[in-house]
């Protein structure tokens, strides 16, 4: 347990203060608005956080999954997708915000962010130094 917490604040302490407290703005927007939305937000922190390989990919699925589920409606969907690109950004710089496509109507029918998410992760792997 305790290398866990330690972990945790190595982490922490890479991240930028400012992405932190809009993130945490951003969590309680939400609970106040979406509280449903607040939850997936929160297990997308915990699953980037957790998984730091796969997280951006499998929370690009998730997300891509939920647009076909319903998550589609004009606002909500809105929200996650802005969220998953932020993420995306944060991650994969100017190349995250090709999820900017999901906010035109109708092109959240496409995976978009999954796709996005696998194509930046493989480039990535395979040229690591212009990224």
Same mark, same amino acid.
């Given at each position: 347990?305790? /290398?866990?917490?330690?972990?945790? =604040? ?8 400012? #992405? ?8 309680? &927007? ?14 997308? +922190?915990?699953?980037?956080?957790? +998984?730091? =390989?796969? %997280?951006?990919?499998? @929370? /690009? ?6 647009? &076909? ?7 909500? %969907?809105?929200?996650?997708? $802005?969220? $998953?690109?932020? $993420?995306?950004?944060?991650? #994969? %710089?100017?190349?995250?915000?090709? %999820? ?8 959240? @029918? ?5 796709? *996005? ?7 990535? =792997? *395979? ?5």
């Amino acid at each position: 347990m305790e /290398s866990f917490i330690e972990n945790t =604040k190595k982490a922490l302490k890479d991240i930028p203060p400012v #992405y932190i407290v809009g993130a945490l703005a951003f969590v309680i &927007y939400l609970l106040e608005t979406h509280p449903i939305l607040a939850g997936f937000v929160v297990f997308g +922190f915990l699953i980037t956080f957790i +998984f730091k =390989k796969w %997280g951006v990919i499998i @929370l /690009s699925i998730l997300a891509d999954f939920a647009d &076909y589920m319903g998550a589609a409606v004009p606002i909500v %969907g809105d929200f996650l997708d $802005i969220f $998953i690109v932020i $993420i995306q950004a944060a991650r #994969y %710089g100017t190349q995250g915000f090709v %999820g900017l496509f999901e906010l035109i109507p109708f092109a959240d @029918l496409f995976p978009i962010l999954a796709i *996005n998410a696998a194509f930046a992760e493989h480039k990535k =792997k *395979n040229n690591p130094a212009t990224t």
